[in-house]
């Protein structure tokens, strides 16, 4: 497709043997040769470097945090310099126009959006933020897994002292580094943001340690189902609450109902009353019997012969480090916690057991 935006560093992943497949208006490295497995595998037992250069990044004037404590649910002023939160951009009618991460640094807050999301948030921020630029000459690559720390020790020593959720600026060989102890896979892991000029270099200088490999959007996806991590678009959409969508955890204390700053964000009305009530729907995690995968976007039903569906699988596939099928779903709020669950997969319906949506224990130097 010739209207495919191109990540900067696509000849290293040409070069590299990556093969690639549309998503978010880019041509992503999907795979290279050891295959998703082998590289999610890797990431789980060394360090995966993921090329996230798609992800929209934006600068906002520190002036704009009023405005951001009308537009997120956290509570923006309790965040200190040097701390990121993950947060949401919600609607008025109480939906998630995009998850994001926001960072408070020392001259500006910084937000990390979906590349699918980005223009549609930077019309909605604008609205209210004055003095937003976004960031176009920057890449941001991911490097997870239990060996990250050691690899970066050779390169940033000081990231070595940060917690999860941390962020920093550092210099390397005189290039300004953005980086933080996060990422998308449930490993330690840290994001890194490196200008254009400076990014094959410092990518290779991750790949001179054996224990990187270069991994891809396929292992990426698995990784982050595996952790029970949202997708914006499967798990989360305009007509999906948070709490739907299993994030009560990302309303701060302060901002709910009994806290010190309740509501005063959009769509409050609605995510408080779920809270207080509970919501109409929610975000479960599967437990396939048998081995075949039960996709995105499969109707689910209460018995083999049931003909109302009563939720949809919003993310399914294989995990490779249970070697089994998993998925996350949304389903009626009403439906037994302990019922099993049918999924019409090429005419017949496969059974599926609920279980919490999350399949591989998080690994976080907290």
Not at 23 to 52: I, N
Not at 231 to 236: D, F, P, S, V
Not at 331 to 357: H, N, T
Request: glycine share 10%.
């Amino acid at each position: 497709m010739s209207n495919l935006k191109q990540l900067p560093l696509h000849a290293m992943h040409l070069t590299a043997g990556g093969k690639f497949a549309p998503f978010a208006g880019y041509d992503m490295p999907v795979q290279y040769t050891a295959g998703v497995m082998a590289e999610h595998l890797h990431t789980r037992s060394k360090a995966g470097l993921f090329d996230v250069s798609h992800m929209g990044q934006l600068k906002l004037p520190l002036s704009a945090i009023d405005a951001l404590e009308t537009l997120l649910p956290t509570d923006i002023h309790a965040l200190p310099i040097g701390r990121q939160s993950y947060s949401l951009l919600t609607t008025a009618s109480g939906g998630v126009l995009d998850d994001l991460m926001i960072a408070r640094r020392a001259d500006d807050f910084l937000l990390v959006v979906n590349a699918s999301r980005r223009d549609a948030d930077l019309e909605h921020l604008n609205r209210h933020v004055e003095g937003i630029v976004p960031v176009n000459d920057r890449v941001l690559l991911a490097l997870q897994g239990p060996c990250a720390e050691a690899v970066m020790m050779a390169l940033l020593p000081g990231a070595v002292q940060m917690r999860f959720m941390d962020v920093a600026v550092m210099q390397w060989q005189a290039h300004e580094i953005w980086i933080s102890r996060s990422g998308y896979t449930g490993e330690d892991g840290f994001e890194i943001s490196i200008p254009f000029n400076a990014a094959e270099g410092f990518t290779h200088a991750l790949l001179q340690n054996e224990d990187v490999a270069l991994c891809g959007l396929g292992a990426r996806d698995s990784l982050r189902m595996e952790a029970g991590m949202p997708l914006y678009g499967h798990e989360l959409a305009e007509d999906i609450s948070p709490v739907e969508a299993g994030l009560s955890w990302a309303i701060h204390r302060s901002r709910r109902a009994t806290g010190k700053s309740p509501g005063g964000f959009l769509g409050a009305d609605r995510i408080l009353g779920e809270l207080d009530q509970g919501a109409p729907r929610r975000h479960i995690g599967l437990l396939p019997q048998g081995r075949a995968p039960i996709r995105d976007g499969v109707l689910l039903y209460d018995a083999p012969d049931g003909s109302e569906p009563l939720g949809v699988i919003t993310s399914g596939g294989f995990s490779p480090s249970n070697r089994a099928p998993i998925a996350m779903a949304l389903i009626k709020s009403e439906v037994d916690p302990c019922a099993p669950i049918f999924g019409e997969v090429r005419g017949k319906r496969l059974e599926a057991r609920q279980v919490a949506p999350l399949f591989h224990q998080p690994n976080y130097k907290r």
